[in-house]
């Protein structure tokens, strides 16, 4: 049965397979992490607010990116820039490397996976017009063989439709999540010292706005 498939798409073909493969398991593994990242993530901040803190020191090596990313902010990035919005970035950029290498990897199979397909066709349509020249005198080959010349283009296509659904899907996941770390960073921060709050932060854009007024008064 292999052999029999293997006549039909190839090597290009059986490429294309691996590819879907890799395809699925990337979206699958991805999919199901950030899940539980954010599941994990909801409950932690309920144990904040309930004004459990210590679970921040608890939380100091936690394997959740997104809790990384809060545990950070408050134990050694807080004081190094008021623009917040800045560190999570990097801290994003940094603890999120491994999903934005498989979503990478998604995109790139999105963007071969057709070309393969074009390229199995045309070396299924050179092999089937090499075996005409030899007989002439039977035209179902030529049917035959266009049949199974197109069928890599088929199957990278079918490759590379789900395989870019998975990638803008995941992209929309961490956009949301990249939200997220800031606006938990914010509120984690602001429960820990009150000039990271709604009410310290405009306190302090009033006071800048004073001293500018005051500069030009002079």
């Not at 990313?69 to 491994?98: C, G």
């Not at 790139?108 to 005409?132: D, E, H, N, Y």
Request: glycine share 6%; net charge positive; charged share 15%.
């Amino acid at each position: 049965m292999l052999l029999e498939l293997y006549s039909k798409i190839g090597v290009v073909g059986f490429v294309l397979i691996v590819l879907l493969v890799i395809s699925f398991y990337l979206f699958l593994k991805n999919s199901f992490f950030l899940w539980h990242i954010n599941r994990n993530l909801t409950a932690i901040f309920h144990s904040l607010e309930e004004g459990k803190m210590s679970i921040l020191e608890d939380e100091r090596d936690s394997k959740n990116p997104l809790v990384a990313i809060i545990v950070d902010m408050v134990n050694h990035h807080a004081n190094h820039s008021i623009d917040i919005k800045n560190e999570v970035a990097y801290l994003f950029h940094k603890q999120f490397s491994r999903v934005n290498g498989g979503i990478t990897v998604l995109r790139l199979i999105s963007v071969i996976a057709p070309l393969l397909g074009l390229m199995g066709t045309m070396l299924g349509m050179v092999k089937m017009f090499r075996s005409l020249g030899v007989n002439m005198a039977d035209p179902t080959l030529l049917a035959s063989g266009i049949w199974v010349a197109l069928l890599t283009t088929i199957l990278g296509l079918t490759v590379a439709i789900p395989t870019l659904a998975f990638y803008y899907f995941l992209q929309l996941r961490m956009k949301h999540f990249r939200i997220l770390a800031i606006e938990y960073s914010y509120r984690v921060l602001g429960m820990i010292n009150p000039k990271y709050s709604y009410t310290g932060m405009m306190q302090n854009i009033t006071n800048s706005c004073a001293v500018m007024e005051e500069c030009n008064g002079k």
